[in-house]
């Protein structure tokens, strides 16, 4: 994707959140004014939009870009991805995702009611078959600053470092294969979840646990 796809996608990314929004502080519970339904058509009409634009730089279909975007209802905020780092004999754990057959640390969005710290430990354990404890965050990272390629929606990476404290590796209906890597020698990673200078950045933390956070 071409730099000004990348500036087009934020773009639309940020319009149809305004839409969205828009939706939110229009409703009845916001706005009893007989105006408020014109309000929601017009904001409506933007989401809209924004979809089919967003459909000329990709190869999504405009009803698939809309529903993908409304199951965020409400005050649009960025998703939580949360990823865990476990090492072993100076090894990261990687899964290989079923979707793309690629590699990554194991992880996902958080859901609802979930702590940041219950969301990587299950993450773990339903992916690698794994149980583990989180022991430290050690990054907080803006995906549309660090992996490729570019999404249609905004998210915060949270790489944790774990330990594992139980379980065995197990495959799942979203990985089908869980392995450990040298630094030097990491396969194909799924770079829209885990890139290379993530894992880097990774065993650092690991070898030296008393660095700070790092966050954009």
């Not at 991805?81 to 100076?90: L, Q, S, T």
């Not at 609802?112 to 989180?134: W, Y």
């Amino acid at each position: 994707m071409s730099d000004a796809d990348s500036t087009a996608l934020g773009l639309l990314r940020r319009l149809f959140a305004l839409s969205r929004t828009g939706l939110h502080f229009a409703g009845s519970e916001y706005r009893p004014d007989a105006n408020a339904v014109f309000d929601r058509g017009r904001y409506e009409e933007i989401g809209s939009i924004a979809a089919r634009l967003l459909a000329l730089h990709t190869e999504a279909p405009v009803a698939e870009l809309l529903q993908a975007w409304r199951t965020d209802d409400g005050y649009m905020t960025p998703k939580i991805d949360v990823r865990g780092a476990i090492f072993r004999d100076d090894q990261i754990l990687l899964v290989r995702e079923r979707s793309d057959g690629k590699w990554t640390c194991p992880g996902g969005w958080v859901d609802l009611n979930e702590s940041p710290t219950q969301a990587v430990e299950k993450e773990i354990r339903q992916e690698s078959g794994f149980i583990a404890k989180t022991v430290k965050l050690a990054a907080v990272y803006d995906r549309n600053l660090r992996n490729l390629p570019p999404s249609i929606f905004h998210s915060w990476k949270c790489f944790f470092l774990c330990e594992i404290t139980g379980g065995a590796p197990q495959v799942s209906d979203e990985t089908d294969a869980v392995e450990f890597f040298a630094a030097d020698a990491l396969p194909e990673l799924s770079t829209g979840r885990t890139s290379e200078w993530q894992i880097e950045r990774m065993y650092l933390h690991h070898r030296a646990r008393e660095l700070p956070a790092e966050f954009d």
